[in-house]
DNA sequence: GCGCCGTAGACTGTAGGCGAAAGACAATGG
DNA sequence: CCATTGTCTTTCGCCTACAGTCTACGGCGC
């Protein structure tokens, strides 16, 4: 026990660069979902480690990862390369998500307590905002939120976890077509915060399956 | 075209060792899974390179693969340990496997042609011949089996790839105690063909869903 | 005797280098 | 003119070496 007396978070606990892989992994990741690198392309690690000003090591422990989480393919003695997507995969993956979210929000009917859906209100009410003043990413980023509170309130690690990778590679499927769902969506969240306050697990999983469902419909009515 | 006339698989297509980042990868997660190497357990990089003859890279990057799948927790600065399960983890492992098999049977039930029918039950009369001879390890293997042929028949790669990584890490958890559970699963199997032949996707979802959550309820009532 | 500090050991994190495989391209023969 | 083959460059896979950091233990002061 330490015998400071301190309250908990009093010491910044001073930031730690942390591992060098993580940071580059980090990197990386940003580079592929902003399209910085295309879909296809290979991934040179001495060029990777050159612009980054780091060894190869680093980068190859890096690419070991997002290969493991989907986003690029490693192909024996031939390297890296970003993960293509195709409409089967984008289709399989928002099945996938449906069945997760869906999941989630009846465990946060279960274990939901009146703060938590306070909590979810304001942040409804934050994107309701949003979608008001037309602004995209503040909407698109409060949803995010909306959807990980949820998560969290389901109580879940495992369930988090993998949610939260399938969330993050449908989302870069997904972002370039529907900015534009807004309004509709937020609706729906109303309605399933209104599910989980009533405990209705039955109703928030419903609620939830016909919200990633609308997603994917519209994922696949695009360009028209 | 190839103009040499040979049949297709004339060649034996002289297998490669494939990459020995691969091999360690496999090595360890056996070592893992057969409680070789104990929970909780410090791994050392030299360690391990030296036991198995290679260098420490291939190692390391093994122990990264291990670590985003769950087996090992990898500490900065201070290494790999081996995963320590804990009750809770368990749990909800059990929970998200329930929900993804469930899934599978379900799109199993809407896909299904004769041909897979007759696979499955094959699958089913080998593991009931297994139990019949109290052969517990061909029993496991081939219930293990037959899932993967269901998983297979949902035709979700996504989904695959999830569950397969769940499953292995639920039976890790859970080997230990539930060898015995055999003759009682396979007349769940029967049930749950039998809705995938009807191609009655509520009942093939609900026997599913029954069958995992018979496995979990036996995993707490053990010990006693 | 108890606690703190300093030092040493061990292990990880990172860098750089060598051998080998895969792909590209040009030269050659039919 | 096309197919084939040899060579050549690029890049990966792996190994070795060095620097940084954490842990453990022994000595010292109180």
Partial sequence: MLST??????????????????????????????R????????VESELAGHLGVSRQ????????????????????QGAFVHEPT???ADQLLTVRTLLEAE?????AANAGAAAIGALEDLCAEGERAVAADDVDAAVATNARLHAKVMELAGNRVLAEL??????R??????????????????EHRELIAAIAERDEQRATDVMRAHTEHTRKMYHDREK
Same sequence: chains 1, 2.
């Fill in 163 to 168: 949610a939260a990778q399938v969330d993050r």
């Fill in 170 to 187: 449908v989302r870069w499927y997904y972002t370039p077509v529907a900015r534009q769902r807004g309004r509709q969506s937020w609706i």
């Fill in 87 to 89: 409409e089967e995969e």
């Fill in 58 to 77: 680093p980068v190859r422990e890096a690419l070991q990862r997002l290969s493991t989480e989907g986003w690029v393919d490693l192909r024996p003695a």
């Fill in 104 to 108: 989630a929000a009846r465990l946060a």
């Fill in 5 to 34: 007396g301190l309250p908990q978070g009093a010491v910044p606990r001073l930031e730690r660069p942390g591992p060098l892989r993580d940071r580059v992994y980090e990197a990386l990741l940003e580079l592929i979902t902003t």
């Fill in 36 to 43: 910085a690198l295309k879909p296809g392309q290979h991934l």
